[in-house]
């Protein structure tokens, strides 16, 4: 009863407060927050853990690695004497647009990407009609099994594949014998197929998961009205389907060219089997490893890896931008 | 009222945290001289999951003034990835780290520590080559560690069907490699991604390709020595004489050893067992024999570079560092504890002045033909260690010009480029290198 009374009494009383400011205290009226800001702010604070790891794993090693980039390390004589560290400036950024090395890499692996992302997007579209085609209880099924290769990582994916495509011991080179083809994945004119192959088999699964996702939420009754308007079902998958899910092909396109242009545990374990075309410089990745855990200079290699990381921005920004063009 | 609890219980709360992080950061000064007392505990690096666990063990049971805690890396490769992070940060530096390169480039790198002093009282123990292999002007920076020479396997019916002369030099190999390859068998395997047969052969053609010449770097990669080093790899390109299996598919490249196809593999004594483990149907084919030679006159030698393991800098107690080390590469009871639980051999102390009494132990069962005995193999590997080269100055830029070194070998084996024209690339990556990191240098004409 005390306690309802207090309540009670508390509640005008602030509220007053509140709503006639004391002229005499000479401070402005505090600003009441709105209950949809309120909310907002709440439903905000979900996203908190995201925040934190982002700015701890993400945000602070690209402001370390800038910080990092504005420096360079220099020897003396035969260099068994200390470093010295000294501020140059953009020095590094100088070197790196000149740097040959560096754009060969980027513009061979635009040239990859070029190819390989519209495959894996019309490979995992495919997969995506096909599976909303089916009922779901069977699309269930084939969904998780054509996940699985997303499942594996990376390096140990490139490790099957290697004995897959193995010329000698492997069994893809058999089979395509049996119809005549004599296919070696492991010379040098092959090595960009075998790791193309190889990428479209790991992501498909998650890029068809998320256009299956897609095609799910599309309101089934407009389909059943272009079957009554006598539509085909490859009509209906190419002109309603494929329109619906522009928005997530776009998402899913720019994942993978991301992706694509940091390509680095493949090229690096496909280095041994063709090392006379995959050299330590063949990605934009393998050139930032090689001369941070190689060469050593850490400085170079935060550089590189701002202006990668750049490029891969610009690139992004630039295929949104076009894509929702196309989309208005 | 509610305001002034709420302020009340934040700064109690401040308080209590700020002692829990004070409690953290502060050195616990009260224990201090009990701790003292304590053995000293040293981080050992290391790849191997198998033989040093045991090692570590054995030295810790048997000592009271120093412990181990050996962390076990993934790789070779991982552990230099995690060495040189660990060196940038300064936090969590080990007391030991096996060879990942040559010395100099651990003292360009400032990873390697002097441990003269430690070193110096103890040298008696040590081979001369095993000593030069760890000091850089005039101070031991690594801990004298000697070279694993390289001799040769030859598959005995390869060549005794197809009634060939075992390969004495490098000319033979040659003249062997023609005669065999109209029947479809390749005399030498040499994998694009590995030059490690083009080092050996350069460094029994007595190449220099680093040297210190005053205050600065004397490059070299392409004088007369070097280049008659690249003309024997290059006769063997020519005439497709070799095959290029990768190690990085093993079953394939075992495979084809197996095959009968392939007539020498060069290797050093820890590739035995490993051969013996991974082949079948020619177990019991195989001969050791010495490493072809460049002429057949002359001082036998065999190519094979130290390497070795430092004590890096930031370690506060490298004086523990050498007497684990000491005890593992000279102790009776070190070496006996490297004995492997699989093939039940020892590793090989290559460090001593005499391996010989050692080396017969190292002799697998049933990888050599039953008419050569285990004492006649382990000749082979004591004479090939007692003639080690060791010395090969790999500058001070190692690991940068090694990828590069790859990388040129691969094209050179892909008949994209000649042997000669990779050293050029090489040469002129190291020279672009040297610049960039202000180390003098002259590139000998």
């Known amino acids: ?94 070197r790196a647009l000149g740097d040959e090395t560096f754009w060969a890499s980027m513009i061979r692996v635009a040239i990859y990407a070029a190819v390989m992302v519209p495959v894996t997007m019309m490979v995992s579209l495919t997969m995506a009609l096909l599976l909303d085609a089916v009922r779901r209880r069977v699309a269930n099924r084939f969904r998780l099994l054509l996940l699985i290769p997303y499942m594996i990582p990376g390096i140990v994916a490139t490790m099957i594949w290697l004995y897959l495509y193995s010329p000698n011991v492997g069994p893809i080179r058999p089979v395509l014998a049996l119809v005549g083809l004599d296919v070696n994945f492991f010379a040098g004119n092959m090595v960009w197929v075998g790791i193309g192959n190889l990428v479209v088999w790991g992501t498909i ?29 490859v009509r209906i998958a190419f002109s309603i389907k494929v329109p619906y899910v522009r928005g997530t092909l776009v998402l899913t396109g720019l ?37 941070a855990f190689q060469v050593g200079n850490l400085n170079y ?28 | 009222m509610r305001k002034a609890h709420t302020r009340a219980l934040a700064l109690v709360a ?91 480039t651990a003292v360009v790198n400032g990873w390697a520590q002097d441990i003269t002093k430690y070193i110096k009282p103890i040298e008696s123990k040590f081979s001369a080559g095993a000593l030069a292999g760890a000091k850089l002007d005039g101070k031991y920076y690594g801990f004298p560690s000697g070279p694993d020479a390289t001799f040769a396997l030859v598959n005995e019916k390869v060549y005794s069907d197809n009634g060939i002369a075992v390969p004495k030099t490098w000319d033979d190999l040659i003249a062997a490699g023609k ?21 050996q052969i350069e460094q029994l053609a007595g190449a220099k390709w680093f040297a210190i010449d005053g205050d600065r770097w004397k490059v070299n990669f392409t004088d007369a020595n070097s280049l008659k080093g690249a003309d024997v790899i290059q006769q063997i390109v020519d005439n497709d004489l070799a095959s290029h299996q990768t190690y990085q598919d093993r079953p394939s490249l075992y495979a084809y050893f197996d095959s009968g196809k392939l007539a020498t593999v060069p290797l050093a004594w820890w590739s035995l067992f490993g051969y013996q483990t991974n082949l079948k149907a020619s177990l019991g084919t195989w001969k050791a024999v010495d490493f ?65 009494k050692y080396t017969s132990a190292i002799v697998p069962d049933k990888l050599i033909d039953p008419a050569q005995s285990k004492d006649q193999v382990g000749a082979v590997i004591s004479k090939a260690q007692s ?32 042997v000669k024209q990779a050293l050029e690339n090489v040469q002129a990556f190291v020279v672009q290198d040297l610049k960039t990191k202000g180390i003098n240098y002259t590139v000998a004409k």
């Not at chain 2, 930031?314 to 004995?339: F, L």
């Not at chain 2, 940068?400 to 691969?410: K, N, S, T, V």
């Open chain 2, 179 to 199: 005669q065999l390859k109209p029947k479809g068998i390749t005399v030498i395997n040499l994998a694009g991604e590995d030059p490690s047969t083009l080092i």
């Open chain 1, 301 to 328: 290699a935060a550089a590189l890896s701002i202006i990668l990381a750049l490029v891969v921005g610009i690139a992004s920004a630039v295929i949104y931008r076009l894509a929702n063009r196309v989309d208005k």
């Open chain 1, 1 to 94: 009863m005390s306690s309802a009374t207090k309540t009670s009494e508390a509640g005008p009383a602030r509220s007053a407060t509140r709503s006639t400011p004391l002229p005499s205290a000479g401070r402005r009226p505090r600003r009441r927050m709105s209950w949809r800001h309120v909310q907002s702010l709440k439903g905000a604070s979900f996203t908190w853990p995201f925040v934190a790891g982002f700015a701890v794993f993400t945000v602070l090693p690209v402001l370390l690695g800038l910080g990092q980039s504005f420096f360079t390390v220099k020897s003396s004589g035969l260099g068994f004497s200390a470093a010295q560290t000294s501020f140059t400036g953009f020095d590094n950024f100088v």
């Open chain 2, 292 to 356: 072809p030679q460049l002429s057949s006159s002359g001082t036998f030698k065999a190519p094979g570079i130290a390497n070795p393991g430092i004590v890096p800098v930031g370690c506060k107690d490298p004086a523990a560092a050498v007497e684990y080390q000491t005890w593992v590469a000279t102790s009776a009871a070190g070496i006996a504890a490297s004995k492997s639980a699989k093939t039940d051999a020892i590793s090989l102390p290559t460090s001593l002045k005499d391996v010989s």
């Open chain 1, 205 to 233: 699964g998650f890029n068809m998961l998320i256009l299956y996702g897609s095609l799910q939420a599309v309101p089934r009754d407009v389909f059943e009205a272009a079957r009554v308007d006598g539509a085909s079902e």
């Open chain 2, 387 to 418: 003639a080690a080269i060791g010395s090969f100055n790999e500058g001070p830029d190692y690991d940068a010009w090694f990828p590069e070194l790859q990388d040129q070998w691969g094209k050179a084996m892909a008949k994209q480029i000649t």
């Open chain 2, 14 to 104: 401040g308080v209590a945290a700020l002692g829990l992080l004070a409690g953290c950061s502060a050195p616990s000064s009260p224990s201090a001289s009990a701790t003292s007392k304590k053995p000293a505990v040293i981080d050992v690096w290391g790849w191997d999951a198998e033989m040093t666990p045991n090692i570590v063990k054995a030295f810790n049971a048997s000592h009271t003034d120093v412990q181990v805690n050996y962390v076990l890396q993934a790789s070779n490769p991982a552990t230099v990835t995690n060495f040189r992070n660990v060196m940038k940060s300064k936090k969590g530096i080990p007391c030991w780290v096996p060879a990942t390169g040559p010395v100099t």
């Open chain 1, 255 to 291: 994942l993978s060219i991301i992706g694509t242009l940091q390509i680095f545990a493949e090229p690096t374990l496909f280095r041994t089997v063709s090392p006379e075309t995959i050299t330590k410089d063949f990605t934009p990745t393998m050139v930032i490893y090689n001369q």
